[in-house]
Every structure is written in C-alpha cells, then in structure tokens.
C-alpha cells in the first residue's frame, strides 16, 4: 500500500519561500512508472496542478520535471533518492498562494490517474 | 490550456436518486479524463480512471461514460456517504487541469 506523508510548515511570510516535503513509503521515487506531483487547492482557484518529477530510464536515464506555466519562474520539484521522497520549493510568495498543498503520485504507464494522496497541508502566506 | 467545464455545480438528491454530474473539456481529450470524489478536510479520492474504468475498491454504483469533450459521470443510487463534491481531470495535455466540482448534497 502506498503511503505519502506530508511536512513543513503552515505559515510563511511574503515573498519567502514555501518548502513542503513528502515522504513516500510503498513505492519508490525513482520508479519507472510513477510520477510525483504538486496540487493546490484555494476557494478561489479550486483544483490547481503545480508540477511533478518523474524518472524514466527506457531511453536516457534521467529525471524528468513538468511546471504549470503560472508558477514556472518560481518552482523547484526535486525528487531524494536517498530518502525516497520529494521536495516543492516556491519562491516569491504572495497571499494568493495561500492554499492546501497536496502530492500525489500518478501510477501507471499506461494511463494517468492521481492514486494516491499526500493528507494535504494548509500553507497560509501572512506577515 | 484544456479547460474543464462541470454541471451542475452543485445538486441535491434523495438517498436512493440517481445523480448525474457532466464534465465539458474545450479541446478533444478522447478517454484522457478521471473523476475524483472529495470529502470536507480530505485529500481527493479516485473513482474513475481513463473515462469509464472503475478503481479498484470503489463501488458499482460510480460510473463514468463519454469521450472527445463530453463526460458523464453517474452515481445509479446515492448513498448518504456520497455527500462529497466530485471534479473531473484531465490528462491529455498539460498542464493537468481539474473541472470546478459538483457538490453532492442529500435533500
């Protein structure tokens, strides 16, 4: 059973930088056929994809990183492999990232589907 | 971006309705679209995967349907554990984008 577990913290300053990690047991960082993603959920935005990292070896061995293109100036999704788990770093934040962060595997390769969830954090950006 | 458009946004049924939620995409997506089901304080649960396959462990009475730009997404009996706001994904481009939700309340 594949488990993600959620850390950081819930308050950050503008213009800082929010740092959440998340933990993966059941499954690996590294797998050929998983991806590992970033969502965001706001009143006002709703369901937001952020970007993922994912690791494919069927051509070149290499880590592959995706951002939607409204936080791409400002985002770093970094697998560990020593750890197995994932990093969201975004930098510059404003109140209008205040938000649930959630990750997310997507399983398969022949498809593409949100599996398993991380158990959400609620970041609010507040001096 | 592929923009998700759901209807209504939300509905109320009785326990035992059959409820119907439509999810709209402003490009063809073929099959490429999930359903998910949400409840207060919880991460999103998956319930269809690729347009019509049923997750493992979700029960019979959670269908989906459709392809290119229109999807339907149909519980055939609601159950008082179905209150929950439903979204629809898609996959066929990114970024990854969600419809707005139908909130599922029992009347």
């Known amino acids: 059973q594949v488990q993600l577990q959620q850390s950081g913290p819930g308050l950050v300053k503008p213009s800082q930088t929010l740092s959440l990690t998340c933990a993966i047991s059941g499954d690996s960082v590294s797998s050929n056929s998983s991806a590992w993603n970033w969502i965001r959920q706001s009143p006002s935005r709703g369901l937001e994809w952020l970007g993922r990292t994912y690791y494919r070896s069927k051509y070149r061995s290499k880590w592959y990183n995706d951002y939607a293109i409204s936080v791409k100036s400002r985002i770093t999704i970094n697998p560990d492999t020593s750890k197995n788990q994932f990093s969201l770093q975004l930098n510059s934040v404003t109140p209008e990232d205040t938000a649930v962060y959630y990750c997310a595997r997507e399983g398969s390769s022949s498809s593409s589907h949100f599996d398993y969830w991380g158990q959400g954090t609620l970041v609010t950006v507040s001096s | 971006d592929i923009q998700m458009t759901q209807s209504p946004s939300s509905l109320s049924a009785s326990v035992g309705d059959r409820v119907t939620i439509t999810c709209q995409a402003s490009?063809?997506?073929?099959?490429?679209l999930n359903w998910y089901q949400q409840k207060p304080g919880k991460a999103p649960k998956l319930l269809i995967y690729?347009?019509?396959n049923l997750e493992t462990g979700v029960p019979s009475r959670f269908s989906g349907s459709g392809s290119g730009t229109d999807f339907i997404f149909t519980i055939s009996s609601l159950q008082p554990e179905d209150i929950a706001t439903y979204y629809c994904?898609?996959?066929?481009?990114?970024?990854?984008?969600f419809g707005g939700g139908t909130k599922v309340e029992i009347k």
């Open positions: 490009h063809d997506i073929t099959n490429y």
């Open positions: 994904q898609q996959y066929d481009n990114l970024p990854l984008t």
């Open positions: 690729d347009a019509s």
